[in-house]
């Protein structure tokens, strides 16, 4: 039967494009999709600038309590669903605090956390807690994306060989790519990771350290294999590339988004998506999706479970950098190997063009 949520968002931020934003304010979509689902209402809010909090519920809550302490806010207001919008390095305590006091369902801003320990705390923590986890890998539910899932389905392409993607980081955007690269093949586990990263500029984003240059091959136990290209020179002429037996798909950031070539087309035969590969409506979709998980108490499309695994081949990455080699899952090691690496000046001397 249904009932309503109270909801708490923790990390309000601004816009992006407005005055006094430090990010994208991803708060800001995630209340639009509880307040679409009808069945959710904005209890309260937490944030460490009173200005951001104040301006978010003049905006939305009406009559939300607005807390400056996130732990006085879980254990006054108690609430049924968190979300977590705050950077990442925070991901892990605020998930733990609010699994601790006891809430339904927390969902938390990719990427999960600056290290694979925190990661799988976090994941650990909400399964043996019985909580309802969830990271806001979105683009599962934009169409250019399920659509090409539906022709991998089909046998569009035959059976799937490789996957392919290529971005600007390992961390934060290529969680997008990885997470896309499981919901492609199936949900099917990687077996191990080779990879190597390289640090010659100073990036940091939402104040995680990323690589300059990084590449991750990944084999699935499926047998099919990954291939993900991050920052200098990883351009592989599209977004996502995934190529089987028969033919291949691509999915390109500008349109047309979609496109296909296999043994019956002549050439490439592009689709026609009135979604592309961003998107607010998908985190709404999301939201209303983990809602009507925790209805029923079936697994959402967004869960931890899912989430660890991408993350897992992103930590593996840079520990098979640190080890000169391959490494097989499960990951065992907890920390980020590209950020022990960096303190201790693994890249010093590098070549800063
Ligand atoms: N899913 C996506 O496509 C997507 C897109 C952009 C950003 N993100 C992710 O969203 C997350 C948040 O980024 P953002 O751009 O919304 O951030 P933001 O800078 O817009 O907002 C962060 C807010 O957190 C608040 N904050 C900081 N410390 C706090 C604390 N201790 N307690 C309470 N509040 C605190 C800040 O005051 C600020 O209001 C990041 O992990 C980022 O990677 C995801």
Known sequence: ?????????????????????????????????????????????????????????????GTADVYLDYHEMLAVVKPDIVSVCTWPHLHEPMALAAIGAGVRAVHCEKPMAPTWGAARRMHQAAVAAGVQLTFNHQRRFLEPFQTARRLIRQGAIGTV??????????????THWLDMFFFYNGETPAEWVLGQIDHRQEKRIFGVPVESQGLCQIKFANGVLGLLFTGHDADIG????????????????????????????????????????????????????????????????????????????????????????????????????????????????????
């Open 1 to 61: 039967m249904s009932s309503n949520y109270r909801v708490a968002v923790i990390g309000c931020g601004r816009p992006r494009t407005e005055d006094g934003a430090t990010g994208f304010g991803m708060s800001h979509a995630h209340v639009h999709g509880y307040l679409a689902t009808g069945r959710c209402e904005l209890a309260a809010v937490a944030d460490i600038s009173r200005e951001n909090a104040e301006d978010f519920v003049g905006r939305y809550g």
């Open 161 to 174: 060989q490789r996957i392919e993607g290529s971005c600007g980081d390992m961390i934060d955007w290529g």
């Open 238 to 353: 599209c977004a996502n590339r995934i190529i089987g037996s028969e033919g291949t798909l691509e999915l390109h950031n500008s349109r047309p988004h979609l496109r296909l070539q296999n043994i019956h087309t002549q050439g490439w035969v592009s689709y026609t998506t009135q979604e592309g590969l961003h998107g607010g409506i998908a985190i709404d979709r999301g939201i209303a999706e983990l809602v009507r998980s925790l209805d029923q108490g079936v697994e959402p499309e967004l869960s931890s479970h899912k989430a660890v695994r991408c993350t897992e081949v992103i930590f593996a990455t840079y520990e098979s950098s640190r080890r000169r080699g391959r490494v097989d899952i499960p990951l065992e090691a907890e920390d980020s190997a590209f950020l022990t690496l960096l303190g201790k000046g693994a890249w010093a001397g590098s070549d800063n063009s």
